[in-house]
């Protein structure tokens, strides 16, 4: 693409209409402050990037969601002669930032968008009111204005500066990286040489790198806000099988507030929605695969309050401005640190309450892991390197807001921010000097040339190919950690990166080097505490108390006696207990108080068949508990159940009558054979009875069928990790799986 001849005059002397600014640019800057927005100050650096743009200089910004970023552009365009290009990712963003910017000016035609939703009457009047000289803002999305006629009707006007709105997206290091954007620079290369001014609300040092090589700007000035949203209250929960029900009370204890709940996938948005509205809570979903006017909708409700909570994908929240969000809740652990702390940042934006709750499994990371197969090395290894730094936020015991803010280089100097969960629930720190010192040193003994991981395999003495490859398990400090696990090898790494003694590389992200805080450390060590990470793996298996919000407190009382009613009513049916009632649903009978088999059948893993078998004398023992403690049931934290994709569950269970093979089934469905499976279980143990024979007949030996019985027959538990550990390695998780879903479905139903 060759650069155009044309270029866009810029003179000392650019405001010639405004000679007033030159004698006292201050006082002109506030006169328009509030005549064009009807604010008296500005906020943080806004002043400060104003000025630079007005002067036509390149500029790059850093300022945090709620930050005032668009007005750094929005102000110079209107004093500026000609039009301003505002390059935007989202065309709902798009839609209002314009109508926002009409409110503000006497003359509609001041701000327009030029993009695929337009019809040729409509472009035919934005490119009027451009050329008549009405519009100082036009946006576009990076797609269209690589078009050639955009190209071709740009280079007929006066464009003041470029604004690159959401700049992150340049990067592949930035958590929505899109190709297009890339692009950028050539365009504006062939249309006409402006200043730029690249706005971001996350960028660590890494993207920020690639962000000014990209658009050309290495020598642009920069300004950059504290990340630190100080009245935003961070927490990571275990994720249980009970996390809707979690969330439900979560929302219940929070009554009339708004709130964003983000799922990475369409089908637990949808799902989780059905939830919500199913527990009386005003919410509805949001996800890119959803009609324009029904996303268009949901928004305006949301904005306008006539829905509470808005479940939704990460296509929900960039042109979000609703400043009372009160919490953002995580379904789901986010691919990256960036992206859930634009996420995250959209609570609080009026410095009001903002609650930042993340649930986190292991299962949910794996998951993630998984699906970076089969992509391009490069993004894989992208891919698991953000993964890592969001796996280390959320198995840390450190201040959280002290890992989010080194995440992108910035030191919060306080101990305890006073407004985390790690804060307020201090882990006790551990002398860590000796481990300290052997990680410097391997650090070095490797030349810098590694990533983390790498560093503790050798630490422990790990003999991967790699590691024998470059020999290093010939160096001293081999093998020399192998008497400390993993987790504290980690926790030692991630603090000594906040403490500045390690530090990752910018260029090559990722590998690790020692600064020089690092090597002065070694030559005169001292002490150095750590705290332990979190083991999630066990936690979440446990039923674990809500903070922050309402308490969720199950009856001890209660729950003692359903075990033990449940194993008289085992032995009557010569079954093993789990068969009748897992320990999740008797949690939440001693929770919730069900005394009707109607209110019984909302209980997770019961349904409509369990209730009629074995629920009568459960809700007897429930009731006369209530009605002898005189206890009042909330009805607040009563949480209903859905029938989760009901349609699917069924069209599974005719399939099956059809005699099917399960992975056809899966195939049909669009599935992974894991979820199949997770569908039939749910049905099995809701209390539907289905018949997977003739599929075991094919896939399994009589033999492999009649051991796993036998064992699910006599076992106390069906938990999965036990049945493997005793079958041993003869048996895969397939194959007990699909056994025990015979067995439950033989047994109990």
């Not at 080097?513 to 066990?538: H, Q």
């Not at 009589?702 to 036998?710: A, C, M, S």
Request: charged letters at 30%; a negative charge; hydrophobic letters at 35%.
């Amino acid at each position: 693409m060759e650069i155009s001849e044309k270029s866009c005059i810029f003179t000392s002397n650019l405001f010639q209409l405004h000679e007033s600014m030159a004698e006292d640019l201050h006082n002109l800057l506030h006169d328009k402050l509030k005549e064009y927005f009807g604010f008296t100050s500005f906020k943080g650096y806004q002043e400060s990037v104003i000025k630079n743009v007005l002067e036509g200089k390149d500029t790059f910004v850093l300022m945090p969601t709620g930050g005032g970023k668009s007005l750094c552009y929005q102000l110079p365009a209107m004093i500026m002669d000609g039009v301003a290009i505002i390059i935007s990712p989202l065309i709902a963003l798009m839609k209002n930032q314009v109508d926002s910017m009409r409110t503000f000016a006497a003359e509609t035609g001041v701000a327009h968008f030029l993009n695929s939703s337009l019809n040729k009457t409509a472009v035919n009047q934005v490119r009027a009111d451009v050329l008549a000289g009405k519009t100082k803002l036009l946006y576009f999305a990076p797609e269209s204005l690589t078009k050639e006629d955009n190209v071709e009707f740009l280079r007929k006007i006066k464009i003041s500066f470029y604004a690159i709105d959401e700049a992150h997206c340049i990067s592949e290091w930035g958590h929505d990286f899109r190709p297009e954007y890339r692009k950028i620079r050539p365009i504006i290369n062939e249309i006409c040489r402006a200043p730029i001014i690249a706005l971001t609300a996350t960028a660590t040092n890494k993207v920020r790198d690639d962000i000014k090589k990209s658009l050309g700007i290495m020598d642009a000035q920069e300004y950059c806000s504290s990340f630190n949203r100080p009245n935003l209250y961070y927490e990571v929960r275990p994720k249980t099988k009970n996390v809707d029900h979690d969330i439900v009370r979560f929302i219940k204890s929070h009554p009339g507030k708004s709130g964003i709940i983000y799922c990475l996938s369409r089908k637990t948005v949808e799902e989780l929605a059905e939830v919500l509205r199913a527990n009386e809570i005003s919410a509805a979903a949001y996800h890119a695969g959803m009609d324009s006017a029904v996303r268009s909708q949901t928004q305006d409700d949301f904005i306008m309050e006539r829905i509470d909570v808005i479940v939704a994908t990460i296509a929900f929240g960039m042109g979000i401005d609703k400043p009372d969000v009160r919490y953002v809740i995580h379904y789901d652990i986010p691919k990256s640190l960036e992206g859930y702390y634009q996420e995250t940042g959209r609570g609080g934006r009026d410095g009001g309450e903002g609650r930042c709750i993340a649930f986190y499994s292991n299962k949910d990371l794996h998951k993630l892991e998984k699906f970076l197969e089969g992509k391009p090395i490069a993004e894989q290894d992208i891919g698991r390197q953000l993964l890592h730094e969001t796996t280390a936020y959320c198995e840390s015991s450190v201040c959280r807001r002290k890992l989010l803010l080194h995440y992108f280089g910035e030191t919060y100097g306080e101990e305890n921010c006073g407004n985390c969960d790690n804060c307020l629930n201090p882990k006790k720190q551990v002398e860590a000097q000796d481990l300290l010192c052997t990680l410097l040193e391997t650090v070095i003994a490797v030349k810098e040339k590694f990533k983390s991981d790498y560093i503790i395999n050798v630490i422990l003495g790990k003999e991967t190919s790699e590691i024998l490859a470059h020999g290093h398990d010939e160096l001293e400090t081999f093998a020399t950690g192998a008497g400390d696990d993993e987790k504290t090898w980690n926790a030692v790494l991630r603090q000594a990166l906040i403490a500045g003694y390690l530090e990752k590389d910018v260029e090559n992200y990722g590998l690790v080097k020692i600064t020089a805080a690092g090597k002065k450390y070694l030559k005169n060590p001292k002490s150095f505490k750590i705290v332990e990470d979190r083991d999630f793996e066990e936690e979440e298996n446990e039923e674990v108390p809500m903070r922050g919000g309402g308490t969720v407190v199950v009856d001890p009382a209660l729950f003692s006696m359903l075990k033990d009613l449940r194993k008289k009513v085992a032995k009557k049916h010569d079954l093993p207990p789990y068969v009748i009632f897992q320990d999740p649903s008797l949690e939440a009978m001693a929770t919730t108080y069900p005394i009707t088999l109607d209110e019984l059948k909302n209980i997770p893993g019961v349904g409509e068949g369990k209730a009629k078998r074995y629920g009568s004398e459960f809700v007897e023992l429930i009731r006369r508990h209530v009605e002898e403690n005189e206890i009042e049931r909330p009805e607040d934290i009563r949480v209903r159940t859905v029938a989760k994709k009901s349609q699917v569950k069924v069209s599974i269970i005719q399939s099956i009558d059809r005699k099917v093979a399960l992975d056809d089934i899966a195939l049909a469905k669009g599935i992974e054979f894991d979820e199949l499976l997770d569908e039939v279980e749910s049905i099995v143990y809701s209390g539907t009875k289905i018949n997977i024979d003739y599929f075991l007949e094919e896939v399994l030996d009589d033999d492999k069928v009649d051991d796993i019985y036998e064992y699910f027959k006599e076992s106390e538990t069906d938990d999965l990790e036990d049945a493997i550990e005793e079958l041993g390695d003869d048996y895969s998780e397939e194959e007990i799986r699909l056994v025990r879903i015979k067995v439950i479905s033989e047994m109990a139903n």
